[in-house]
């Protein structure tokens, strides 16, 4: 595959990250496409199911909600979790190895858009006891 190609990836295209809670499918990555300093790709939530709280040592993350509506966790900076309701368009920013936590309160399906920075957290996932690699064009 070309650089060009490379740079322009649909979620369908990628190994998915496959969990009991939903799905990942990183879309821009170093093994992807080559991405230095940050990694990202599409979250899908189920009705009712979300992640658990955990964090990313050493890592920002951005959360940006597609569709779907749910309810998100980030501590401040005391360790206090702050909890709001969550919609298409909000953007939530999780500081450097802050604990957080993502709920679909909706009857639907909720889409989540996330980036980490630096590259990396998304290894940690491969460790999950319900974690599955699921190729493209699979499932």
């Known amino acids: 595959m070309s650089e060009s190609e490379k740079m322009f990836r649909y979620p369908k295209e990628v ?3 496959a969990f009991d809670w939903g799905r990942l499918a990183l879309t821009v990555a170093p093994e992807v496409n080559g991405a230095e300093r940050f990694s990202g790709g599409v979250v899908d ?3 009712g199911q979300g992640h658990s709280r955990h964090n ?3 890592s920002e993350e951005i959360i940006f909600v597609i569709s779907g509506t749910g309810e998100q966790m980030v501590e401040d900076e005391a360790g206090n979790p702050v909890v709001r309701q969550v919609g298409p368009g909000c ?5 450097e190895s802050r ?3 993502t709920l679909n309160t909706g009857s639907g399906p909720m889409q989540l858009f996330v980036v980490y920075s630096p590259a990396g957290p998304e290894r940690a996932l491969r460790d999950l006891p319900d974690f599955r ?7």
């Open 15 to 17: 190994n998915t990250f």
């Open 45 to 47: 939530l189920a009705a």
């Open 56 to 58: 990313h040592p050493g």
């Open 91 to 95: 953007t939530i920013y999780v500081p």
């Open 99 to 101: 604990y957080h936590s």
């Open 133 to 139: 690699l699921v190729p493209p064009g699979a499932e």
